[in-house]
């Protein structure tokens, strides 16, 4: 049998001596496997091995393996090297292995049934990892090193292809169900059972389920820009937490491109929603994507250094997220062989991770400078970034009130996306509508086209929130664009429709709680300075909207004062829809909270900046103006 060496780097056999892995020239290797040839004994296998090599080993990840040392393999182990996780007579081992569980022996399992019942045991009980498994198995959409899309085999990351095919295969997975689900112990669903099995299994079947288990749940992993995320996300999470931390070999010896794919699909993973877990699963995501990635060039690893940069800030610790970018930025600027569309890659994705951070400083200058400082290269990869950073320089400029700007950069995103068919841009459609129509609200329009921009921002709300639910993606997604809805109704003063869209919301995040109390609290100040105004106000219906407007504007000017961020423009706006109010009471405990409110607008005075985020809640300059131009009515006091 001719031996095809297109594409061999190194790949070396030694039967009854275990296996045995290295990167050398091609010569070398040719030479060595021509030298086993010539035994006899060793014919047989060195000519399966070609056929094996030709037709399993994906040839474009061996070329970029980092240099492996020659390593020998106990089979009795936990050591291993490549092969060993492609267990040859996995199969055998595994029925044998399911079958010598006195609990099972009477139980009917099929073949099938009893492979997957094993996988099973690796999954965490009580969630559907066995979907997971499945969309594992499947092609995954993934970055390739010239920054372009490529989808990959399960077998690319030494998933065994029959185990692959039975995944993919519904007739015998449903086969397998019935057949697993008709024992009298289901090993997925019980967690200790499971847990005694597999203590009990051999080193190397253990291993080998285990890194199955973690390789094809990171492929259910959704990658940003590259597949979107249809799967529940938080049985994902449990899913990729518990076979990763269950893995039971040494991520050293993994090879490079599986170390990367583990490493990526964590970072993926991390910035998804894990309730139980929360900011605990983010960082456990990182440490181990760090973990995985430790002796690869620095440029893979500053993907990572941007997701940990975003904990830190989530964190509160914003000099340690601006400190961590500085760190690993300079690392990799000595590397100059680092692929040039990964490293503009990730230079991108730093750009975005600077920028939060000065937004989160008030600092809008420097974060806009800090975007415009890239320069995204020609591949899609970098096409992915820049949409992403398109998206937050148009939110940057709303944030310093260049509303049109803020549109024209809006406008570009049509255009990266029709250039770019083969990505994915399905999560940023709703920020892209948010800053559509808070741009429209926002921007000062002569009075005969004030309606006209606000029905536009009320059109484009609708057509984005009907969308999202042809999609089934509801509640907590839709929140922010509700809550704008309302703020489009205030604006045209549709103050029921805007209230009860506020009444018939549970805000989870702290912003969309001070926006809720900012449009309450407005609504009901709106409607007492029109009641003042008028000849006759009713002095019962005054006191109880000054009341409810009172308790608004209070609960906004505790979650303000709790944010960090724009502590002078929009702080600055409650107080004095605050003295406003109070100019309405006589009572001590109010004039009390006068002099209070009167402090804090100096301090909020001292901390605006032309410089600093001025149009951070959408509509709320707008009410400032309308504040200003409302007449102290003080007369009306006595009769409030």
């Known amino acids: 049998m001719a031996i095809d060496w297109r594409g061999v780097v190194g790949f070396i056999c030694l039967p009854k001596f275990g296996y045995q892995w290295t990167k050398g020239h091609m010569k070398i290797c040719e030479e060595v496997l021509q ?66 569980e006195p609990a099972l022996r009477a139980c009917q399992l099929s073949d099938d049934g009893a492979v997957i019942a094993l996988l099973m045991t690796f999954a965490p009980p009580g969630c559907s990892s ?85 390789v094809l749940t990171c492929g259910a992993i959704p990658w940003k820009s590259l597949t979107p ?36 699909s964590l970072v993926e993973a991390s910035r998804l929603p894990y309730p139980e877990l929360r900011l605990k699963w983010r960082k456990f995501a990182i440490d181990k994507a760090e973990e995985m990635t430790q002796g ?43 692929p040039s569309a990964i490293r503009n890659f990730a230079d991108g994705l730093i750009a975005i991770q600077r920028c939060l951070n000065c937004l989160q400083r008030d600092e809008i200058s420097t974060a806009i400078d800090s975007l415009r400082a890239w320069v995204p290269g020609p591949t899609p990869m970098a096409a992915a970034v820049m949409f992403q950073s398109i998206l937050l320089l148009a939110k940057c400029l709303r944030f310093r009130g260049q509303f049109l700007e803020s549109q024209t950069q809006l406008t570009k995103l049509r255009k990266v996306e029709d250039k770019n068919p083969d990505l994915d841009f399905e999560e940023y459609r709703r920020d892209w509508a948010y800053e559509s129509a808070a741009s429209l609200i926002e921007q000062v329009f002569p009075e005969e086209e004030a309606e006209h921009r606000l029905l536009k921002a009320e059109h484009r709300l609708h057509e984005e929130l009907n969308r999202m639910k042809s999609k089934r993606i509801t509640y907590p997604k839709d929140v922010p664009l ?7 109704f205030f604006a045209q003063e549709k103050y029921a429709k805007a209230e009860e869209i506020c009444h018939n919301l549970t805000c989870e995040l702290k912003f969309d709680r ?8 407005k609504i009901n100040h709106a409607k007492l300075l029109a009641t003042t105004s008028t000849d006759c106000p009713v002095p019962d219906e005054c006191r109880s909207l000054r009341d409810k ?20 423009h929009s702080s600055l706006v409650v107080y004095l829809s605050l003295m406003n109010l109070f100019s309405h009471c006589e009572d001590t405990a109010s004039q009390e909270a006068r002099k209070s409110t009167g402090r804090s607008i100096e301090r909020a005075q001292l901390g605006q900046s032309d410089q600093g985020v001025k149009y951070w809640i959408p509509g709320l300059m707008s009410w400032k103006k309308k504040l200003s131009l409302a007449e102290p009515l003080i007369d009306q006091r006595s009769k409030l």
């Open 130 to 214: 066995l979907e997971i498994f499945q969309r594992g198995a499947s092609l995954r959409r993934r970055w390739t090193r010239d920054g372009h899309v490529k989808d990959h085999e399960a077998s690319d990351y030494f998933i065994h292809p029959k185990v692959k095919d039975l995944l993919l295969d519904e007739t015998r997975v449903g086969d397998a169900l019935k057949s697993y689900q008709s024992t009298q112990f289901c090993l997925g669903s019980h967690a200790a059972f499971a847990d005694q099995f597999r203590h009990k299994l051999p080193a190397d079947v253990k291993l080998f389920w285990s890194y199955t288990a973690m």
């Open 296 to 338: 690869l060039p620095h440029c893979h690893r500053l993907h990572i250094a941007q997701a940990r940069s975003q904990l830190k800030r989530l964190q509160g610790d914003y000099e340690a997220a601006h400190k961590v970018l500085n760190t690993h930025s300079q690392e990799s600027d000595v590397e100059p062989t680092a």
């Open 35 to 100: 030298k086993l040839s010539q035994d006899p004994t060793l014919k047989a296998t060195i000519s399966l091995l070609a056929l094996v090599v030709t037709h399993f080993w994906p040839w474009d990840y061996v070329r970029c393996h980092r240099q492996y040392t020659m390593a020998r393999v106990n089979p009795s182990g936990v050591n291993f090297t490549v092969p060993t996780l492609v267990l040859s007579n996995w199969k055998e081992k595994s029925l044998e292995a399911i079958r010598s």
């Open 514 to 521: 001070l926006h809720r109390q900012i449009i309450l609290a």
């Open 482 to 488: 509700r809550l704008l809805l309302a703020e489009c």
């Open 229 to 264: 995320v249809k799967i529940d996300y938080y049985a994902l999470n449990r899913c990729l937490h518990h076979t990763v931390a269950g893995f039971t070999g040494n991520v050293d010896q993994l090879p490079d491109h599986v170390r990367l794919e583990i490493a990526s």
């Open 549 to 568: 407007a009172l308790a608004h504007w209070m609960e906004a000017g505790k979650l303000i004062t709790s944010t960090s961020q724009n502590e002078g």
